[in-house]
């Protein structure tokens, strides 16, 4: 069974960078995507950015390019989503999602997920 645990959110000013972090385990990811979504109060929950386990090009929403970046750790089995620049429209609960079904540019464009984590609540202070 996939499981995905996030951590590393937090509170932050703007301005500010938070890494979080998305620990998979269940699985030999090689063949799956990854990504990260987002959840803000009274919004639906949207992708923010995508990858291939096995590597290649990442995908990034409009509003989070050039700030955020998704990397990943093949033998910690870890996703991580360095966030920098930070700004008040970034608080949200953000997700680890995982797919075996699709590619990372399939995920990010259907911005749908197979497996999720339970989320990490990150908060963006002006």
């Known amino acids: 069974q996939v499981q995905l645990v996030e951590s590393g959110g937090g509170l932050v000013q703007a301005g500010g960078s938070l890494r979080l972090s998305c620990a998979a385990s269940g699985r030999t990811f090689n063949s799956y995507a990854l990504g990260w979504f987002r959840q803000a109060p009274g919004k639906e929950r949207d992708v923010v950015a995508a990858?291939?386990?096995?590597?290649?090009?990442?995908y990034y929403a409009d509003s989070v390019k050039g700030r955020f970046t998704i990397s990943r750790d093949t033998a910690k089995n870890t996703v991580y989503l360095q966030m920098n620049s930070l700004k008040p429209e970034d608080t949200a609960v953000y997700y680890c999602?995982?797919?075996?079904?699709?590619?990372?540019?399939?995920?990010?464009?259907?911005?749908?997920?197979?497996?999720w984590g339970q989320g990490t609540q990150v908060t963006v202070s002006s």
């Open positions: 990858i291939n386990w096995s590597g290649g090009v990442a």
């Open positions: 999602a995982a797919d075996s079904r699709t590619g990372a540019q399939a995920m990010f464009l259907s911005r749908r997920g197979e497996y």
